[in-house]
């Protein structure tokens, strides 16, 4: 199993704290040097005097020099100009340091890079990196340091590079002594985007290729800087790294939401070998990633991103740089990592059985035929039901379609005509089947007023009823009372047509004195 770090918890905010963390006075009053060779194993060397080299014999773990063969330190042009690196360094040797003067108010820099790129996959947080700065009385200025992708200020104020701020990790004392600068790789993740110090575009950490120790410095032209002994090394007063778990992390994306951690735990039975989180209780809408220590996994693609049913979510590679995933449905979720070759798989098994919905679509007012736009019907016991208002007389055109889920996920599943339009008559039952022909609807001559489209999912049937508005005799519900009424009636007298409370005008059951009432009605008697 792959084993990535936590990040040390350490506060980046107040400059007088990190001093004390960060920043230590080279040399003592006999001018021997302060640093703890015998905390400091694993020496990687990025530029180091011939004494400090010696002194790390049998402890150096990967030598990365300038030679100016394949490791260099380049000055950026027209930026900084040689400045006096003689005189007594920060172990108190009588060695060369690097020394630059800015040439320009606006800003200096120089970067060691190695051609071909540059190993740092041995760094872990037991891992410091560490370097000397001293600074005149009169220089003031803030430089802006970078390993790799992490990038820090040393100096009275944070170092800002266009509208990038370098965090500001502390200041040295200006008295012109030499002061060590030792900075957990922890922390140094926290100065990255993302915590990411070696991004995979800039060849990752095992083939770094892109400036790997540098420094920009703006300002006052004529100002200094004086660095000293750059390497990294392991502390042994930093505790080792202990292997993270898999967890996952999910929550409402919604300003004040609580997001969770469950831990996932090695898997039994038919998931033996793998990793599980059971049982886990989501809302509606609820978004969630996997961490394992510094890195977070999530949907690679953008069809990874929202989820909608179990079927679409088996096997899912998992993306370090991936985006959230979408659950939008209420329910117990279980999920299951495997490790394989190709990578992080994840499975979620758990989608609560949905109930099936049913959709009209047709002329407006019922939702046009935009599939974007559909009319849920209201269930009640397997019949579906829609109310439509029309404002006008006029011919309306629909189908019906029915799915499990949202709207998104019904593919196909269409009830209408299958030779081509088919007309409605207002209070008949039709029956309907699925149909692949997407140019046929049923028509239904409308009159002003309201129509109710009833659905039978179960024997797939509908009828389309208008709403009685009130006048007594007005059978079928087109709001007059005439010799069609009394054709109703006796329709529904002889069981021709199913009997409605609109056809009992007496309120005795459809029989021969209904019809006589109906005739009297309009009669106008």
């Given at each position: 199993?792959k084993?990535l770090?936590?990040?040390?918890?350490?506060?980046?905010?107040a400059a007088?704290?990190?001093n004390?963390?960060?920043?230590t006075?080279?040399?003592?009053?006999?001018?021997?040097?302060?640093?703890?060779?015998?905390?400091a194993?694993?020496f990687?060397?990025?530029?180091v005097g011939?004494a400090?080299?010696?002194a790390?014999?049998?402890?150096i773990l990967?030598d990365?020099?300038?030679?100016?063969v394949t490791?260099?330190?380049y000055v950026?042009?027209?930026?900084?100009?040689?400045?006096d690196g003689?005189g007594m360094?920060?172990f108190?040797q009588?060695?060369?340091h690097i020394?630059?003067?800015v040439?320009?108010?606006?800003?200096?820099g120089?970067?060691?890079i190695?051609?071909g790129?540059?190993?740092f996959?041995?760094l872990d947080d037991?891992?410091?990196l560490h370097?000397?700065?001293?600074?005149k009385?009169t220089?003031?200025?803030?430089?802006?340091?970078?390993?790799a992708?992490?990038?820090?200020?040393?100096g009275?104020?944070?170092?800002?590079?266009?509208?990038?701020?370098?965090k500001l990790?502390?200041d040295i004392?200006?008295?012109?002594?030499w002061?060590?600068?030792?900075i957990?790789?922890?922390v140094?993740?926290?100065?990255?985007?993302?915590n990411d110090?070696?991004?995979a575009?800039k060849g990752g950490?095992?083939?770094y290729?892109d400036?790997?120790?540098?420094c920009?410095?703006?300002g006052?032209?004529?100002?200094?800087l004086h660095?000293?002994?750059?390497?990294?090394y392991k502390?042994?007063?930093?505790p080792?790294?202990?292997?993270?778990?898999?967890?996952l992390?999910?929550?409402?994306?919604e300003?004040?939401a609580?997001?969770n951690?469950?831990?996932f735990v090695?898997?039994?039975?038919?998931?033996e070998?793998?990793?599980v989180?059971?049982n886990?209780?989501f809302?509606e809408n609820?978004?969630?990633?996997?961490?394992?220590?510094d890195v977070?996994?999530g949907g690679?693609?953008?069809?990874?991103y929202y989820?909608?049913?179990?079927e679409w979510?088996e096997n899912?590679a998992?993306?370090?740089?991936?985006?959230?995933?979408?659950?939008n449905?209420a329910?117990?979720?279980t999920f299951?990592?495997?490790?394989?070759e190709?990578?992080i798989k994840l499975?979620?098994t758990?989608w609560?059985?949905?109930?099936?919905?049913?959709?009209?679509?047709g002329?407006a007012?019922l939702g046009?035929w935009?599939p974007a736009?559909p009319v849920?019907?209201?269930?009640a016991?397997g019949?579906?039901?829609y109310?439509?208002?029309f404002?006008?007389a006029?011919d309306i055109?629909?189908?019906?379609?029915?799915?499990?889920g949202?709207?998104?996920a019904?593919?196909?599943?269409?009830y209408?005509?299958t030779?081509?339009n088919e007309?409605?008559?207002?209070?008949?039952?039709t029956?309907t089947?699925?149909?692949?022909?997407?140019?046929?609807?049923?028509?239904?001559?409308?009159?002003?007023g309201e129509?109710?489209?009833?659905f039978?999912?179960a024997?797939?049937?509908f009828?389309?009823?208008?709403?009685?508005?009130?006048?007594?005799?007005?059978?079928?519900?087109?709001?007059k009372v005439d010799?069609?009424?009394?054709?109703?009636?006796?329709?529904?007298m002889?069981g021709?047509?199913?009997a409605?409370?609109?056809?009992?005008?007496?309120g005795?059951?459809?029989?021969?004195a209904d019809?006589?009432?109906?005739i009297n009605?309009m009669?106008g008697?």
């Amino acid at each position: 199993m792959k084993k990535l770090f936590t990040l040390a918890a350490l506060s980046l905010m107040a400059a007088s704290a990190v001093n004390a963390q960060f920043i230590t006075k080279a040399l003592n009053e006999n001018d021997e040097s302060t640093f703890k060779w015998e905390n400091a194993s694993n020496f990687i060397l990025l530029s180091v005097g011939e004494a400090e080299r010696e002194a790390m014999e049998g402890k150096i773990l990967a030598d990365y020099s300038i030679d100016d063969v394949t490791r260099h330190l380049y000055v950026w042009e027209n930026t900084y100009v040689g400045g006096d690196g003689t005189g007594m360094n920060s172990f108190g040797q009588l060695e060369d340091h690097i020394a630059l003067t800015v040439g320009n108010a606006g800003w200096s820099g120089f970067g060691l890079i190695q051609d071909g790129g540059i190993d740092f996959s041995m760094l872990d947080d037991t891992y410091v990196l560490h370097f000397a700065m001293k600074a005149k009385p009169t220089d003031l200025t803030s430089h802006g340091f970078g390993f790799a992708q992490a990038k820090f200020t040393i100096g009275p104020t944070a170092f800002v590079d266009g509208a990038r701020v370098h965090k500001l990790l502390g200041d040295i004392e200006h008295n012109g002594e030499w002061y060590y600068i030792d900075i957990p790789f922890s922390v140094l993740r926290q100065c990255a985007d993302n915590n990411d110090v070696f991004p995979a575009d800039k060849g990752g950490a095992a083939a770094y290729n892109d400036n790997h120790f540098w420094c920009l410095s703006g300002g006052v032209a004529g100002s200094e800087l004086h660095i000293d002994n750059i390497f990294i090394y392991k502390d042994a007063t930093i505790p080792e790294p202990v292997e993270n778990d898999y967890v996952l992390h999910y929550g409402l994306n919604e300003e004040g939401a609580t997001w969770n951690d469950i831990t996932f735990v090695p898997g039994e039975g038919e998931n033996e070998g793998k990793l599980v989180a059971e049982n886990v209780e989501f809302a509606e809408n609820t978004e969630f990633k996997v961490n394992y220590g510094d890195v977070w996994y999530g949907g690679a693609t953008d069809d990874d991103y929202y989820l909608i049913h179990s079927e679409w979510f088996e096997n899912i590679a998992l993306d370090s740089n991936g985006k959230n995933f979408h659950i939008n449905e209420a329910g117990t979720y279980t999920f299951v990592l495997d490790e394989t070759e190709e990578g992080i798989k994840l499975t979620v098994t758990g989608w609560p059985e949905p109930a099936p919905a049913v959709y009209l679509i047709g002329d407006a007012p019922l939702g046009g035929w935009d599939p974007a736009a559909p009319v849920a019907m209201t269930e009640a016991n397997g019949i579906y039901t829609y109310t439509a208002n029309f404002e006008e007389a006029k011919d309306i055109y629909f189908v019906f379609t029915e799915g499990i889920g949202s709207w998104e996920a019904i593919n196909g599943h269409r009830y209408g005509p299958t030779e081509g339009n088919e007309d409605v008559v207002v209070g008949e039952v039709t029956t309907t089947q699925l149909s692949a022909n997407d140019q046929a609807a049923y028509k239904l001559a409308a009159e002003v007023g309201e129509y109710t489209f009833t659905f039978d999912l179960a024997n797939l049937n509908f009828k389309v009823e208008k709403v009685n508005a009130g006048v007594v005799g007005d059978v079928n519900g087109d709001g007059k009372v005439d010799i069609a009424d009394v054709n109703a009636v006796i329709n529904m007298m002889l069981g021709k047509i199913e009997a409605t409370e609109a056809g009992d005008v007496t309120g005795g059951g459809v029989d021969i004195a209904d019809v006589n009432a109906v005739i009297n009605i309009m009669l106008g008697k």
